[in-house]
C-alpha cells in the first residue's frame, strides 16, 4: 500500500517514525509545507486553503490514503479534503480519542489535551471526547512549545520553564493528549513533569493503532521507500528525518 503523510511542516516525521517501525507500508509520500509552517496560529479559511493545496500536491502520486499528521488541519480541514480528494484521507484526532478509549479504565477519566491555539480554539477534541461520554477534559495551547522542539530543545531549561508556564501546579490528569505532531518529542519531560503519573497519548501510535482497525494491513515490509518533499528547503527536512528517524 501506498500512502502519503502530510504535516504544515516537519512535526508529521514523529507519525512517520511510528509508521516506519510497524512496518506497515510499502511507500510514504510525505509532503511538509516548511514554506508556511506554522499553521497552529492561522485561521480556518487558510488552513482549509492550504489543505486543499496538499490535495492537489497528493494527486500527482498513485497514494491509496493520506494520512493527515497534522492536529490543526485534522481538526479543520478534514471534511472539505475528503470532498476534494480521490484517495482515503484520516486525521489524527478520532484515532487520538480511540487509544484513549481503549487505554483509560473508564469515562470519568480526566484528560488534559495539549495542541496548538487553533487546534484548542476548535475544539475538535472536545467534542469528540464528549461524544465518547469524557467530561473532565482540560484543554490548553500550548504553541510554545512548537518552535522548541525545532530548536531541538527536548529538554532543559527553556523547556522547563514553558512547561511551568502553562501547567503550574497543575495536578497529573489520568491522560495527556499529545494534539500536536511536535508534543512526543517533548513525552518524557511532559511526562516527568506530572511525575510520570499520566498516561501520554501519541498520534503516531493512535493512528497505527487505528489503521490496524480500520484496513488491512497483515503484510509488512522489510523496507519502506520514503520518499520527503517540502513546500521550502527540503534539504533541512530530509536533516531532520534523518536524524529522528535514524535513516
Ligand atoms: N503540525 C501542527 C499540528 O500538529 C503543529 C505545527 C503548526 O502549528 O503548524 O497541529
Not at 159 to 182: E, K
Not at 184 to 198: C, E, M, R, T, W
Request: charged share 20%.
Amino acid at each position: 500500500m501506498k500512502i502519503g503523510v502530510f504535516d504544515s511542516g516537519i512535526g508529521g516525521l514523529t507519525v512517520v517514525k511510528s509508521l516506519l517501525e510497524h512496518r506497515l507500508f510499502d511507500e510514504i509520500i510525505y509532503f511538509g509545507d516548511t514554506a508556511r509552517v506554522p499553521y497552529g496560529v492561522k485561521d480556518q479559511n487558510t488552513i482549509i486553503r492550504y489543505a486543499l493545496e496538499a490535495v492537489e500536491f497528493f494527486k500527482n502520486f498513485d497514494i491509496d490514503l493520506l494520512i493527515v499528521a497534522c492536529n490543526t488541519v485534522s481538526a479543520y480541514a478534514l471534511d472539505e479534503m475528503k470532498q476534494n480528494a480521490p484517495f482515503d484521507i484520516v486525521g489524527v484526532v478520532e484515532p487520538g480519542i480511540l487509544a484513549a478509549e481503549n487505554s483509560l479504565p473508564g469515562t470519568d477519566a480526566n484528560i488534559l489535551v495539549l495542541g496548538t491555539k487553533a487546534t484548542i480554539a476548535s475544539k475538535a477534541y472536545e467534542k469528540l471526547l464528549h461524544r465518547h461520554d469524557y467530561y473532565n477534559i482540560e484543554a490548553k495551547a500550548t504553541g510554545l512549545f512548537v518552535p522548541i522542539v525545532e530548536e531541538g530543545l527536548f529538554g532543559g531549561e527553556v523547556l522547563n520553564s514553558t512547561m511551568r508556564h502553562y501547567f503550574g501546579d497543575m495536578p497529573p490528569p489520568d491522560a495527556i493528549i499529545l494534539g500536536c505532531t511536535h508534543f512526543p518529542l517533548i513525552s518524557d519531560a511532559i511526562g516527568k513533569y506530572f511525575n510520570n503519573k499520566s498516561l501520554l497519548i501519541h498520534s503516531g501510535e493512535a493512528i497505527v493503532e487505528y489503521l490496524q482497525i480500520h484496513y488491512d494491513l497483515s503484510m509488512h515490509f522489510d523496507t519502506t521507500d520514503l520518499k520527503l518533499f517540502a513546500s521550502e528547503n527540503p534539504d533541512a527536512l530530509k536533516a531532520v528525518a534523518h536524524k529522528w528517524l535514524d535513516l
